[in-house]
Structures are given as structure tokens and as C-alpha cells.
């Protein structure tokens, strides 16, 4: 269920530089509450573009918002990240579990994982 939004902020006018006039790190956001109290936040959204608003339930696949460049971002980006607690300054980062994909072994085959999480180097791809 998303549970906050924000999209007034403007997109910083020059790539590459913090917006010196932005107040907000993620500027435009979805913040959305998943089962087990965790929460997903989808940060530096393009102003106007957020289609979502509080109380809204979504599935996997509803587009949220456009990527943009509004907070403190120096390029258009999506900042992804999954929380303990809807507090984006105090929420603890949480690892996430990645779903059907494929995991290069050392002999070269291929292993199937249906959950489960990539290790640092090693090649994946997803299932098509």
C-alpha cells in the first residue's frame, strides 16, 4: 500500500551539480508498505510525474512514477532502496531477495534460483 507520495519538486536544472535549492534528499517519492512492516521507496521522481497517492494498493508492474532528477541527484536516476521503518533518514537498508534468475556456476552451467540473492561478481540473468 503506498503510504506517502511527493511530487512538487522541481528536476535539477544542471546535470551533473546538486540542485543547491533543493530542501529535499529524495526529492519527489513513493513510499510503498509491504507485508511484514517493510517499505520500499522509489526516490529523485520527475516533478508532476507521480501516479500514485496514499492508500493506494499497487501489484508488481504499476508504474509509480517516471525517473527524474529532482532532491539531492546530480543525473536522472531511480533510487531504489528497502526499508525496516518509513523513515527514510532513520529506516535501516534491508537486502533484497531477487526472484527467477539464473546463476552462472564455475563449471559454466547455468542454475535456475527462484529466491534468492546474487553474490558480489558472479554473472545472472534473468529467466526468460
Not at 13 to 28: E, Q, V
Not at 89 to 112: C, H, Q, V
Request: charge should be positive.
Amino acid at each position: 500500500m503506498v503510504v506517502a507520495v511527493q511530487n512538487r519538486h522541481r528536476d535539477c536544472p544542471w546535470p551533473g551539480l546538486l540542485d543547491p535549492l533543493a530542501w529535499s534528499i529524495a526529492g519527489n517519492y513513493v513510499l510503498i508498505r509491504h507485508e511484514g512492516g517493510e517499505y520500499s521507496l522509489l526516490a529523485h521522481l520527475k516533478r508532476g510525474s507521480v501516479r500514485v497517492r496514499p492508500g493506494q494498493w499497487v501489484r508488481a508492474g504499476k508504474v509509480v512514477g517516471e525517473c527524474g532528477n529532482s532532491g539531492h541527484s546530480t543525473e536522472p536516476h531511480l533510487h531504489f532502496q528497502f526499508l525496516d521503518r518509513p523513515n527514510v533518514l532513520l529506516g535501516l537498508s534491508l537486502p533484497i531477495p531477487f526472484s527467477g534468475f539464473l546463476r552462472k556456476k564455475e563449471d559454466g552451467t547455468l542454475e535456475r534460483v527462484p529466491l534468492g540473492f546474487p553474490v558480489r561478481g558472479e554473472e545472472v540473468a534473468p529467466i526468460s
